[in-house]
């Protein structure tokens, strides 16, 4: 994922409590998913639609039959939910560091024991807006490697994160890190192969922490996109899509089989949503998402 602009630390000093309509979001979004009956629930990722203003994009998801719009953050809470809409994946946060670094981003993730007091703080409040909102996941970064071994990235990684999930069930929020390509896109994020992020997983065994695994990045990786979701899908908390190669319409022009992916992700008893993350190529791209929904509206 390529993420808009990140949420700093005055931005929760501006948030007001919106549980009530929270309460109303979770009630709708739970019958929803008693009814959805095997189908496929959809949402979509905003920063891939920057130039539409987000009061104009829930229109269209509403529209289009979309459930959620993810990768935002506390200050566009309450836009979604006067649109009745749901945020299956809230943004990262970012916290300042050392000589002006930011923390938080893809680059630098939970791999290094000294950005995990920086993490701690920026994602404690972050995790609390998300549980009051009635938005139950929030994403994190390995980061890179910048020479270190994967072996030693995944203790660190679990060191940190073991002090953030006590957190994180209180609320009942989960963390989710996200399997992203190092090859075209991310070059030297340590997540990148499902068997590192599954082994993360292991090492935690928490209900609260899983990966985002994201179709688009993993089939640059590794391929076997059906095979890897049906034997690992129990660490796959929620999914992405894009066109390979390019990341754009996910249709005939590219590699991937959709509605035979969208299929094996059904057969494992996923009831989340599937979050459209390609980068549209065309002038209406509002009408490619549209395509896209209906590519992968299967079962």
Known sequence: ??????????????????SAVAALLRGQMEAAE??????????????????????????AAKE?????????????????????????????????????????????????????????QAYEPLLKASAEAGFHQVICFSGNRDGMSDEQGLENCATGLRRLLPTAEKLGVKLVMELLNSKVNHPDYM???????????????????????????????????????KKHHAHFFHYHTGGVPGRAEIDETQELNYPAIIRAIQETGYTGHLGQEFIPKRPDKLASLKQAVGICSVG
Request: net charge neutral.
């Open 1 to 18: 994922m390529n993420p808009p602009a990140p949420l700093t630390r005055r931005h929760f000093g501006k948030l007001t409590s919106v």
């Open 64 to 120: 289009i039959g979309l459930e959620s719009i993810e990768l935002l953050d506390p200050p566009d809470f309450a836009t979604l939910q006067k649109h009745g809409l749901h945020c299956a994946m809230v943004s990262f946060p970012t916290i300042e560091g050392p000589g002006g670094v930011k923390i938080g981003p893809i680059p630098k993730g939970w791999n290094r024991l000294e950005h995990h007091d920086l993490l701690i």
């Open 191 to 229: 997540c990148d192969h499902s068997a590192w992020g599954v082994a993360l997983c292991e090492k935690l065994s928490s209900a609260h922490f899983g990966l985002l695994y994201d179709i688009y990045h993993m089939q640059i990786m590794e391929g076997d996109v059906i095979a890897t979701v």
């Open 34 to 59: 008693k009814a959805a009956g095997g189908k496929v629930r959809h949402s979509v990722c905003k920063w891939c639609y920057k130039d539409i203003p987000l009061e104009q994009m829930c229109l």
